[in-house]
C-alpha cells in the first residue's frame, strides 16, 4: 500500500493522539505539516524519507561554506 496525503484533520487527531512535540508520521506522504503553536507554523514530517534529505543536503552546504571560507 502506498501513501497518501494525510487531511489536516487528520493530522490534528494523530498530534492529539500522540502529544508529540516532533511530527513523525512514517504513513502520512506530507513533507510539511502545520504545527499548533504561534509563530513558525509549519514543521517537517520526520518520518518522510525526504524529509531526511533536504536536511542532509543543507547540512552539508553549511559544513561545505564553513570549510571554503
Known amino acids: 500500500m502506498s501513501k ?3 487531511t489536516h484533520r487528520e493530522i490534528e487527531e494523530w498530534w492529539d493522539k500522540n502529544q508529540r512535540f516532533f511530527y513523525c508520521n512514517p504513513e502520512d506522504a506530507n513533507l510539511f505539516v502545520r ?3 504561534y509563530g513558525i507554523n ?3 514530517n520526520w518520518g518522510n524519507p525526504w524529509t531526511w534529505g533536504i536536511v542532509g543536503t543543507f547540512v552539508v552546504a553549511m ?3 564553513g570549510i571554503l571560507c
Open 42 to 44: 509549519w514543521s517537517f
Open 4 to 6: 497518501r496525503k494525510w
Open 35 to 37: 504545527k499548533r503553536c
Open 63 to 65: 559544513v561545505l561554506i
